[in-house]
C-alpha cells in the first residue's frame, strides 16, 4: 500500500453548522487499492467528512486533491462524475421506481432519446451480480423489498456508476451475516480491481477483518491514522473517547433499591426486526439510561411503550400491572400517565405556526376543559406555573412557538408535558442541537421530576450526558439489551465498548434485580 | 421468469381503471336503445377525449407529487383563444392551432417556474395562476362566440373510415407522441423519482428540476390540446368560470380513478385516460337507466369514493403508526 500514489486528499477541511463545529481542520488521505476504515463514536465528525466528500455538504473551509488537482463538488452528481460514490447511511434509493430504474438512476442507458429499457435491465443484472445479489428481481419495486435487500440494491447501484472511491456509510448495518459476508467478498475483490474504499463501521470485527488503513475520528479531527491490526480494540477505544467539554450535572442521589416496585416494566418486548427480547425495568424517582449507537432499537423502544407500534409482542407492566397501550392518547391517560418527549421536535412535538400557549395546553386540554369548554383560568395558571418553573424565555405565551431559539422550543415540549404531571415520562435525545446552558437546565430538571417521583427513560446518543444523569444504562445493539451498567460503573469507556458490542460475549442484563 | 408478474402489478392501477370502464361502457351500451353502434361510441368518445386530455395534463403534475389547480383554466383559456385564431385558410388555421399549442405550453411552464425555482406550493401557486389564465379567457370572450374552421373541426370530432372516432386516435396519437416518450425519458423518470421521494433521488444526482419542469410545461400543453377539442366540438369560445372548476376536479378524480397516487411517483397517464373514461360514462350510464339529471354528482362522488378505498387498504397493514401520516 506505501508505494501506492494518494489517489485523494482532504487538506483542513472545516464545517460548522451553527455554532457547533463539526468539522475541524480534517485531513484524510485515500491511496488507490486499499480499504481504508473510519472510526469515531456518534457526534465525532464522520458523517459530515463523508458528505464534503460525495458533494453533499460545501465546507467552510480547506481544500480536496483528486490525482492532485484541487477540486470541488457542487452536488452528489459533480462528485459521482468524479468517481467518487457513497453508499449512504440513509438509503438513498427511490421507492416507487423498480430496482432496475435505480441502479441506473444517475446515468441510464439511451436510445434516440428514451431510455433504452433492455440496456438497463442488462446493466442492472451485471451489477446485482456483480453485488452477489442475483436474488433481487430487477423489475422488483424498491418499496417492496425487505431492508436487507435494498442495501444489496443501493450496493449494486454503487458499483454501476463504475467508482474510483467508494464510501460505504454503515452499509452493512442491516444486512444479514450471509450478505455480510458476500458483500466482504465484493469489497475484497474491488480492492483488488484498485479500487479505494472508505468504510465507516462501528462493528469492530468487520473493521479488523477488511481494513488496511484505520483513521480515528473525535471533535471533528483525525487524532490517529495507524494500519489496521496495529493497535488494541482497547487502544482505539482510548483514542475515541475524550471529548473537551463538560457539562455540570446535578449531583446524583443515593441509588433507588432494587427492591422497590417497577413503576414501568417490559418483558420480553419484540417488534419486527427492530427489537428483540428487550426486558427492563424503570423505579419511580429513577432516571435510566438508554445508550449505544444512533439507530439500534431505542427510538423504536420509547415508540413502542407510547403506543405507536402496532404488532408488538411481549409484555408492558405499570405498576406491576399488565397493560395493552395502543395510542398515544391512551399512554398519556391517567392510570398510565406516559409523556414522551420526542426527538424530532418540529414535527412530532409542536405545531410551529401555532402560539406557545396553544402549543404547551395541548396535551393537557381534557384536564383543564369542562363538558368541552377550556377553563381559561386554569389554563392560565399552570401556563404560568410552566414557564416559571423551566424559565422559558419568550417574547409573549401567544407568539407562535417558532419564533423561539431551539432550546426554549424544547423546553415548551417537555412544559407540554408536565402539565398533566406525568409519572413516566419517556425523552428521546432531547438535548441534539440545544445550547449548553439550556442543557444543563434539563440535567436539573430531569433530577428533580425523578426526585419528585417520576419515573424517567432517557435515550441519548451523547455519552457525556448517559453518564452525568442516570442512574442505571442499558446499551443496545442491534435491537437488544446488550449490556445494563449501574451507578459507578457508567464510564465513557464501559460505554463505547458495550455500543460496540466488544463485550459481546457477555450476557444481556436488563431486567436488574427483579430478575 | 415471472417478470409479467412484475409488470402486472405495476400496471395495476391501470388495468382496473380499464376493468371499470369496460364494464361501465358494456352496461351503458347494452343499455342504449340504439345499442353498439358506430354513432353512439363517437358520441362518447367525443365527451371522453376533453376530460382525457385535462387529466392526462393532472397526472404529469400529480407523478411529481404536486397538483395543478389551473387545468380547467388553461382548457377554457385556450378555448377562448382557438375561437379567435383557429379560423380562415389551412395555412392560417395551422399557425393557430400552433399559437394556441405554444401559449398551453406557456401557461404550464408559467406554472412550473413558479413551483419549482419560486418555491412555491403547488395547490397556492396553480390557484392563482388559473385566476389568471380564466381572466385573460374573460377578457379574449367576455361572451360566448368566434368560430373555428369547420371542415377542421369536422374531421377533428367525425369518424375515420367511419368506424373509429378520429378523437380517439387524436387521443391515441397524442399518447404515443408525448406520454409515451415522456415517461421513458430521462425527464420523466426524474418526475417520478421526485414525486417518490425527493431527497434520494436528489442523492442520486437525479435532474429534479428539468423533470419537474417538464411535467408542469407538458400538461399546460395537452390542457391546450383539450381546450383545441373543445373548441372544435362547440364551433365557440366560452370562457365558462363553473365548467372551468368541473374540469380541473374532475381532472383529479379520473387521476385518482386511473391508479395515480396523489403522493406522487406512480401511475401512468393511460389509467388516467381510462378513469377519465369511465368517470364520464358515470352520467350516460344514469341517462340511459332514465334516472333524473340531478343524481349525477351523487353518484359519481359515489363511485369515486369506493374507487379510493380500494387503495386505502395498504394502511392496515402499516406496523408503526407514525406511517400513516408520512
Not at chain 1, 468539522?23 to 458523517?47: C, F, P, Q, R, Y
Not at chain 1, 402539565?419 to 441534539?432: A, F, Y
Not at chain 1, 457508567?490 to 460505554?495: D, G, H, P, V, Y
Not at chain 2, 436528489?202 to 408542469?216: E, L, Q, T
Request: aromatic share 8%.
Amino acid at each position: 500500500m506505501d508505494s501506492a500514489v494518494p489517489l485523494f486528499r482532504m487538506e483542513g477541511i472545516s464545517k460548522r453548522y451553527g455554532g457547533v463545529r463539526a468539522l475541524e481542520k480534517a485531513e484524510l488521505v485515500v491511496t488507490s487499492g486499499s480499504i481504508h476504515a473510519i472510526l469515531g463514536e456518534n457526534g465525532a465528525g464522520k458523517s459530515t467528512l463523508i458528505k464534503v466528500m460525495a458533494g453533499v455538504v460545501a465546507p467552510d473551509e480547506g481544500r480536496m486533491t483528486l490525482d492532485g488537482r484541487e477540486v470541488t463538488f457542487l452536488s452528489p452528481a459533480a462528485a459521482n462524475q468524479a468517481g467518487i460514490v457513497c453508499i449512504f447511511q440513509e438509503l438513498s434509493l427511490v421507492p416507487d421506481l423498480s430496482v432496475a430504474d435505480n441502479i441506473v438512476i444517475s446515468d441510464p442507458p439511451k436510445r434516440f432519446g428514451m431510455i433504452d429499457r433492455g440496456a438497463q435491465r442488462r446493466i442492472a443484472e451485471e451489477a446485482l451480480a456483480r453485488a452477489g445479489a442475483a436474488d433481487i428481481h430487477p423489475l422488483a419495486l424498491v418499496k417492496d423489498l425487505p431492508l436487507s435487500r435494498r442495501q444489496m440494491v443501493e450496493i449494486a447501484k454503487a458499483l454501476a456508476r463504475k467508482p474510483r472511491i467508494l464510501i460505504l456509510d454503515e452499509a452493512t448495518s442491516a444486512l444479514t451475516a450471509a450478505d455480510v459476508s458476500k458483500i466482504f467478498g465484493v469489497l475484497k475483490r474491488l480492492r483488488a480491481e484498485g479500487l479505494a474504499l472508505l468504510y465507516i463501521s462501528h462493528r469492530m470485527n468487520e473493521i479488523a477483518e477488511l481494513a488496511d488503513q484505520c483513521t480515528v475520528f473525535r471533535n471533528g479531527r483525525n487524532v490517529a491514522s495507524y494500519k489496521a491490526g496495529s493497535k488494541s480494540d482497547n487502544e482505539v477505544v482510548e483514542l475515541m473517547i475524550g471529548r473537551e467539554y463538560s457539562h455540570i450535572f446535578p449531583p446524583k442521589p443515593a441509588a433507588v433499591p432494587a427492591t422497590a416496585a417497577p413503576r414501568l416494566e417490559a418483558r420480553k418486548l419484540s417488534w419486527t426486526d427492530r427489537l428483540h427480547n428487550i426486558s427492563l425495568t424503570v423505579r419511580a424517582g429513577e432516571v435510566v439510561g438508554l445508550g449505544g449507537l444512533d439507530g439500534q432499537g431505542q427510538r423504536e423502544l420509547l415508540l413502542a411503550f407510547f403506543g405507536v407500534l402496532r404488532g408488538l409482542s411481549g409484555e408492558v407492566l405499570i405498576d406491576g400491572k399488565p397493560v395493552a397501550i395502543s395510542s398515544p392518547a391512551a399512554a398519556r391517560e391517567d392510570r398510565i400517565g406516559m409523556a414522551l418527549i420526542p426527538e424530532d421536535r418540529k414535527t412530532e412535538g409542536l405545531m410551529l405556526p401555532m402560539t406557545v400557549r396553544e402549543n404547551l395546553s395541548f396535551a393537557a386540554l381534557d384536564r383543564l376543559s369542562k363538558g368541552g369548554i377550556i377553563d381559561r383560568a386554569a389554563e392560565q395558571r399552570l401556563i404560568d406555573d410552566m414557564v416559571g418553573l423551566l424559565a422559558i424565555k419568550t417574547a409573549g405565551l401567544d407568539i407562535p412557538v417558532g419564533a423561539l431559539s431551539g432550546g426554549n422550543q424544547q423546553k415548551v415540549v417537555i412544559a407540554k408535558w408536565l402539565m398533566r404531571q406525568p409519572r413516566i415520562i419517556l425523552l428521546n435525545d432531547p438535548t441534539r442541537g440545544i445550547d449548553v446552558g439550556t442543557k444543563q437546565e434539563l440535567y436539573q430538571l430531569m433530577r428533580k421530576l425523578a426526585d419528585a417521583g417520576a419515573a424517567i427513560l432517557f435515550y441519548s446518543t451523547d455519552y457525556d450526558e448517559l453518564i452525568g444523569c442516570c442512574d442505571r444504562v442499558l446499551v443496545l445493539y442491534d435491537g437488544a439489551v446488550k449490556r445494563e451498567l449501574v451507578g459507578a460503573e457508567i464510564t465513557e469507556r464501559a460505554l463505547i465498548a458495550s455500543a460496540l458490542n466488544i463485550h459481546g460475549e457477555e450476557s444481556p442484563v436488563g431486567l436488574g434485580a427483579s430478575a | 421468469m415471472k417478470d409479467w408478474r412484475y409488470w402486472l402489478a405495476e400496471q395495476r392501477g391501470t388495468l382496473l381503471a380499464l376493468g371499470i370502464f369496460i364494464v361501465m361502457f358494456i352496461i351503458y351500451t347494452s343499455n342504449h336503445p340504439a345499442g353498439f353502434t358506430a354513432n353512439v361510441v363517437q358520441t362518447a368518445a367525443n365527451k371522453g377525449v376533453l376530460l382525457a386530455f385535462v387529466a392526462m395534463a393532472q397526472t404529469l403534475v400529480v407523478i411529481t407529487a404536486g397538483i395543478d389547480l389551473s387545468v380547467g383554466m388553461i382548457f377554457l383559456l385556450t378555448n377562448c383563444l382557438a375561437s379567435w385564431l383557429v379560423v380562415g385558410t389551412p395555412m392560417q388555421t395551422t399557425l393557430g392551432v400552433i399559437a394556441v399549442l405554444a401559449v398551453g405550453l406557456l401557461c404550464g411552464a408559467v406554472n412550473g417556474a413558479i413551483v419549482i425555482y419560486g418555491r412555491l406550493q403547488p395547490i397556492v401557486a396553480t390557484i392563482a395562476t388559473g385566476a389568471v389564465y380564466y381572466g385573460i379567457g374573460l377578457l379574449l370572450r367576455p361572451f360566448p362566440g368566434g368560430s373555428v374552421n369547420e371542415d377542421l373541426a369536422d374531421a377533428m370530432t367525425g369518424r375515420v373510415f367511419d368506424v373509429v372516432p378520429a378523437s380517439l386516435v387524436v387521443l391515441f396519437a397524442i399518447v404515443l407522441l408525448i406520454w409515451v416518450p415522456f415517461s421513458r425519458s430521462v425527464l420523466g423518470r426524474a418526475a417520478y423519482a421526485a414525486g417518490s421521494s425527493e431527497t434520494a433521488a436528489y442523492m442520486s444526482g437525479v435532474p429534479i428540476r428539468r423533470g419537474k419542469f417538464a411535467a408542469y410545461t407538458l400538461a399546460g400543453l395537452l390542457a391546450a390540446i383539450g381546450g383545441l377539442f373543445l373548441t372544435f366540438f362547440t364551433y365557440t369560445g366560452d370562457a365558462a368560470y363553473a365548467s372551468g372548476n368541473a374540469y380541473t376536479l374532475f381532472s383529479i378524480a379520473a387521476v385518482v380513478l386511473g391508479g395515480v397516487s396523489l403522493f406522487g411517483g406512480k401511475g401512468s397517464a393511460i389509467g388516467a385516460i381510462f378513469g377519465a373514461l369511465a368517470f364520464r360514462t358515470i352520467g350516460d350510464l344514469l341517462f340511459v337507466f332514465d334516472f333524473d339529471p340531478l343524481w349525477q354528482p351523487l353518484f359519481q362522488g359515489v363511485i369515486l369514493l369506493i374507487a379510493v378505498s380500494l387503495g386505502a387498504f395498504a394502511l392496515f397493514r402499516v406496523r408503526n403508526r407514525l406511517e400513516w401520516f408520512l
